[in-house]
T-cell receptor, first 116, second 115 residues
Framework: QKEVEQNSGPLSVPEGAIASLNCTYS??????FFWYRQYSGKSPELIMS????GDKEDGRFTAQLNKASQYVSLLIRDSQPSDSATYLC????????????????FGQGTILTVHP | DAGVIQSPRHEVTEMGQEVTLRCKPI?????LFWYRQTMMRGLELLIY????????DSGMPEDRFSAKMPNASFSTLKIQPSEPRDSAVYFC?????????????FGPGTRLTVT
């Protein structure tokens, strides 16, 4: 089982729709969760961080975290063609001693295409 | 803030040559990470440093790869000798541990082509 797994893509949604991106992780003790957006030919860009159960909203983006289910998601409302990119889920996991590694474990990414 | 700075942005070299990639992390960040990204393998962590000390280099593909961080504001990733299969985009990222957020910020990357 992969440590961080994202729903397989590609995901295609029409302009104006809600895009839903999902991610599960294996370490129940993980505390920090991130979503990165990567445009083709560019570097990953941090767009959302979430640390507590529940929802966190930032503009058209909402991150949802459910630690009991080891699940984190990203919702993009009113999707725009400019949202077309690869979205990477990242988790800060613990080492064998139970403390944070300091590093992030990334999922394989989900390609999102928003068509006009 | 200038963000993470990497140089060069593009590098084309011949097989067998030495390649040196450079990174300047965000000031005040105490973690530095080197990644490699290819279509086939995705984003791979090669090595990371905390307070200039290498913590985990288990992602370094083989002895041809080496990384150093002589001070808090500079790191290098060296490949010697380079091979065509090393062709990839290499990213440097940095983060700070205060507050335990571990948000990582990536540089623009170096696109390496080995012919």
């Amino acid at each position: 089982q992969k440590e961080v797994e994202q729903n397989s893509g590609p995901l295609s949604v029409p302009e104006g729709a809600i895009a839903s991106l999902n991610c599960t992780y294996s370490d129940r003790g993980s505390q920090s969760f991130f979503w990165y957006r990567q445009y083709s030919g560019k570097s990953p860009e941090l767009i959302m961080s979430i640390y507590s159960n529940g929802d966190k909203e930032d503009g058209r983006f909402t991150a949802q975290l459910n630690k009991a289910s080891q699940y984190v998601s990203l919702l993009i409302r009113d999707s725009q063609p400019s949202d077309s990119a690869t979205y990477l889920c990242a988790v800060n996991m613990r080492n064998a001693g139970g403390t944070s590694y300091g590093k992030l474990t990334f999922g394989q990414g989900t390609i999102l295409t928003v068509h006009p | 803030d200038a963000g993470v700075i990497q140089s060069p942005r593009h590098e084309v070299t011949e097989m067998g040559q030495e390649v040196t990639l450079r990174c300047k992390p965000i000031s005040g960040h105490d973690y530095l990470f080197w990644y490699r990204q290819t279509m086939m393998r995705g984003l791979e962590l090669l090595i990371y440093f905390n307070n200039n000390v290498p913590i985990d280099d288990s992602g370094m593909p083989e002895d041809r790869f080496s990384a150093k961080m002589p001070n808090a504001s500079f790191s290098t990733l060296k490949i010697q000798p380079s091979e065509p299969r090393d062709s990839a985009v290499y990213f440097c990222a940095s983060s700070e541990s205060s507050g335990a957020s571990y948000e990582q910020y990536f540089g623009p990357g170096t696109r390496l082509t080995v012919t």
